[in-house]
């Protein structure tokens, strides 16, 4: 079974690619959030000083039920946020040998930016943090810039990669 790994920004569309995909597979699809992770606290009640680490645990969280996730028999997309590259080195050794496809999700941090204010569930400034490292030195298989192509056009491109990955 294949992996499809997405990466990019906070606000850079890959929920909405994942579940795109989902929709459109004939095979169910895992879909693996680090924000399902990090959303296990609730960060207006941490006070300033906790932040990080309670960051730190949920993205160790993540990380140590990915193997398990990935041992499954259906294909997973992981959508994640690649800010350090010990993240990325976690990741892709949890898919052991699984054929995985590295997706990036690029947009332009002034449409981020007004994604994060029209969202209203985004912490703002988030993108424009994670923008200069998350991308950084990556090689990917895909590149979208979501401010051009749609969900549609992105999740139908990543499963034809994929279907073709396969044969």
Known sequence: MAAIVLNGTSSSGKTSIAKRIQELSDTPILHASLDTFTDMFNWPSIPGDS???????????FHQCLPTLASSCFPIIIDHVFERMEWFDDCFRSLGKRKTL??????????LEERERTRGDRRIGLAKAQFDRVHFNKKYDLEFDTSENGTDKCAKAILEKIENFSH
Do not use: T
């Not at 932040?51 to 969280?61: A, D, P, T, W």
């Not at 590295?102 to 449409?111: R, T």
């Open 51 to 61: 932040l990080k680490e309670c960051h730190k645990i949920g993205v160790s969280n």
């Open 102 to 111: 590295f997706v990036g999700i690029h947009c332009p941090l002034a449409i």
